[in-house]
């Protein structure tokens, strides 16, 4: 059985050229088998991720519908934990669910692993129909295009500080590159967490949002290490978060302080990068990789949302738009997520 079906109207990517590639299709609508849910979807989000899948740079089986991010209301349910009108939002996250590593909770080590939208059909659609176990209760305090904004990016962000780097309160946290969707998601996860947060962005324009969320300083993206160890008064930061990749890795080496945790997720500029080891070994620092998360790393996520983490939204457009909003995503460098409502 496929993971996810996507239903009625949707955004099927079928040529990998671009957002001219994604069209609008019809598909027929089917009742959920048992363990199975239908939720007509009520927002969806945008990421880099499906940027990279409609111009062939992330090669995925077509026809594919894009989107790993929903948020919806139950229409049909096949599962008795769920019933018609309940409001979720989607683990983005596609597993087996059965195998020794999903039911030891950990879904990213499943040999079925898989993201929403890239490995499976995703949530730019009317309908979708999925495992009960990707369904979450929507945090009542979010709006729809607040809860389609918060599952892969802020899931990632969140296992990247919590689980991998074990960021605590009164830590100094540096987020490389704070305006793409992981660096913004990681400055407000960061201050929910008590952290004090420090960033940087090559949008120099974009520096009095981030410090609007919460960053106590905004850097520029090049030679950032020297005015990170001023404000900590030579310590560096405790954890750098870093979804650039190559460019930045060497400057975020040198902002990690003495038994500092560096943790990656992206190499959006360059997959190989060059390791200094002395400033790994005689510095303790500890390199941490990291990609989506868990289902039990969702359901915190999504606790914290209830406690008021609120994602932020940078635009919305009609599904029907959906060329339009991946050619804005691609074209400007926005604060916040692109979000579609069918
Ligand atoms: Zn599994």
Request: net charge neutral; with cysteine.
């Given at each position: 059985m496929?993971?996810?079906l996507?239903?009625?109207?949707?955004?099927?990517?079928?040529?990998p050229v671009?957002?001219l590639?994604?069209?609008?299709?019809?598909?027929?609508?089917?009742?959920?088998?048992?363990?199975?849910v239908?939720v007509?979807v009520?927002?969806?989000g945008?990421?880099?991720?499906?940027l990279?899948?409609?111009?062939?740079a992330?090669?995925?089986?077509?026809?594919r519908?894009i989107?790993a991010d929903?948020?919806?209301v139950v229409?049909?349910?096949?599962?008795?934990?769920?019933?018609?009108?309940?409001?979720?939002?989607f683990f983005?996250?596609?597993?087996c669910?059965?195998?020794?590593?999903?039911?030891?909770g950990?879904?990213v080590?499943?040999?079925r692993f898989?993201?929403l939208?890239?490995?499976?059909d995703?949530?730019?659609?009317e309908v979708?129909q999925?495992?009960a176990?990707?369904?979450?209760?929507k945090p009542a305090?979010?709006s729809?295009a607040e809860a389609?904004?918060l599952?892969?990016?802020?899931?990632?962000a969140?296992?990247?500080?919590?689980?991998?780097a074990?960021l605590?309160?009164?830590?100094?946290?540096?987020?490389?590159?704070?305006?793409?969707?992981v660096?913004?998601?990681?400055i407000?996860?960061g201050?929910h967490?008590?952290?004090?947060?420090?960033t940087?962005?090559?949008a120099?324009?974009?520096?009095?949002?981030?410090?609007?969320?919460g960053?106590r300083?905004?850097?520029?993206?090049s030679?950032y290490?020297?005015?990170?160890?001023?404000?900590?008064?030579?310590?560096?930061?405790?954890?750098?978060?870093?979804?650039?990749g190559?460019?930045t890795?060497?400057?975020?080496?040198?902002?990690?302080g003495?038994?500092g945790?560096?943790?990656?997720c992206?190499?959006?500029?360059?997959?190989?990068?060059?390791?200094?080891?002395?400033?790994v070994?005689?510095?303790?620092?500890?390199?941490?990789g990291?990609?989506?998360?868990?289902?039990?790393?969702?359901?915190?996520?999504?606790?914290?949302?209830?406690?008021?983490?609120r994602?932020?939204?940078?635009k919305e457009?009609p599904?029907?738009g959906?060329?339009?909003?991946?050619?804005?995503l691609?074209?400007?460098?926005?604060?916040?997520?692109?979000?579609?409502?069918?």
């Amino acid at each position: 059985m496929r993971m996810v079906l996507s239903q009625g109207r949707c955004a099927v990517l079928e040529e990998p050229v671009g957002p001219l590639g994604v069209r609008m299709r019809e598909r027929v609508t089917t009742e959920p088998p048992p363990g199975r849910v239908t939720v007509r979807v009520r927002a969806a989000g945008l990421n880099h991720l499906d940027l990279w899948v409609v111009t062939g740079a992330q090669r995925v089986e077509r026809p594919r519908v894009i989107s790993a991010d929903g948020a919806g209301v139950v229409e049909s349910s096949g599962a008795e934990q769920w019933a018609a009108g309940d409001e979720v939002l989607f683990f983005p996250v596609a597993a087996c669910w059965r195998c020794e590593r999903c039911r030891l909770g950990q879904q990213v080590h499943c040999s079925r692993f898989a993201v929403l939208g890239e490995h499976s059909d995703g949530a730019a659609c009317e309908v979708v129909q999925l495992p009960a176990e990707n369904l979450y209760r929507k945090p009542a305090g979010l709006s729809w295009a607040e809860a389609a904004a918060l599952p892969l990016a802020y899931l990632t962000a969140w296992r990247m500080l919590v689980t991998r780097a074990r960021l605590c309160a009164g830590e100094t946290l540096l987020v490389v590159g704070g305006s793409g969707a992981v660096g913004t998601a990681a400055i407000l996860i960061g201050k929910h967490l008590g952290a004090s947060v420090l960033t940087t962005t090559r949008a120099e324009d974009k520096g009095p949002q981030l410090l609007e969320l919460g960053a106590r300083h905004v850097f520029p993206s090049s030679g950032y290490s020297r005015p990170v160890l001023d404000v900590t008064d030579g310590r560096g930061a405790d954890v750098v978060l870093d979804h650039v990749g190559a460019a930045t890795f060497d400057e975020s080496m040198r902002s990690t302080g003495l038994g500092g945790r560096l943790v990656t997720c992206g190499a959006t500029t360059g997959v190989v990068t060059q390791l200094n080891l002395p400033r790994v070994f005689v510095r303790h620092l500890e390199i941490l990789g990291s990609t989506a998360g868990n289902a039990d790393e969702f359901g915190d996520l999504v606790r914290a949302a209830d406690r008021g983490l609120r994602p932020v939204v940078a635009k919305e457009f009609p599904l029907a738009g959906v060329q339009e909003a991946l050619s804005f995503l691609d074209s400007s460098d926005q604060v916040g997520k692109v979000v579609l409502r069918p």
